[in-house]
């Protein structure tokens, strides 16, 4: 019998996740406390970033010590990170999306402050919240040795990996950042989501994979930030761009790519195109 997910440590994390993200909202309330400019066009860093940064750690390193904790994981070898007073066996594959359910959350709804502060405040916490917990969940039962469960919980992790890289596309894209920090920044979220996708695929060399779908999509926003488009919008474009690129990579891997799913993702994506620019022009 599988074991059932230890669902008191993992409400525990969530809870001191979201009041961490509390504490980092209102204070986000004045950004320029404590704002660090690096000078010439860099972008500032603020608390508010620092604290998250944080909270990514928290978050974590408890999801390392849940997932270690799986007895699926008892057998198997670990990467091993060498600190200068101890040995430590981690888990960093598992790290991706609890770091980014809680930079994504944030990223994307402090952009909504200035209209609805109340609001946009309590659906960073709920939104940040459940999809941490969910991520924990779905992950645990990853692991778990009845296929058809493991791989339901991978499909809910696919479908969060997807919003997750909407949100942080739509919020570097409204920065209005140069181009070269907007590349940047989307290339290292495409790399890291685009890995979680592709790490269940069979095959190696995935970090590679991973690598160059981040550097198109870096590639991708270059032309895009002469788009006067709202930042939903081209937040849309980046994540049609980057579903089509891993599921067409993802299914050739798995050794089901044809030419009819080649078609069908042409026309969705064509699909979506046109509504897209329809939707900015129209």
Known sequence: ???????????????????GLAVVLWIDINPNILLARLGGDLPPITVSWVLIAALV??????????VRSHPQMQARTLPTLHLPFASLEVVPDFWILP????????????????GLPGAAFVLALIVAGGLLLTVLVAQHY????????????????????YLLAFACFSA???????TLYGAVLVAAAGTFLAYELLRWAPGRGMIRLAL???????????????????????????????????SMLIHYLAGTLQRRLLIEYGMLSSALL????YATFG
């Open 172 to 178: 570097v894209y409204a920065t209005g950042f140069r």
């Open 212 to 246: 160059i779908i981040g550097l198109v999509m870096g590639e991708v926003i270059w032309p895009l930030n002469y788009w006067p488009a709202p930042f939903l919008t081209g937040g849309t474009l980046l994540l049609i761009i980057f579903y089509t690129i891993t």
């Open 1 to 19: 019998m599988s074991p059932f997910p230890r669902y008191d440590r993992m409400v525990s994390l969530v809870l001191i996740v979201v009041l």
């Open 274 to 277: 046109a509504v897209v620019i």
């Open 142 to 161: 990853t692991l778990d040795r009845h296929a058809d469960v493991s791989q339901r919980a991978r499909l809910v992790l696919q479908v969060i990996t």
């Open 57 to 66: 750690i928290i978050a974590s390193a408890g999801t390392d010590l849940l």
């Open 99 to 114: 770091s980014f359910s809680i930079i994504g959350s944030f990223a994307f709804f402090r952009l909504f402050s200035p």
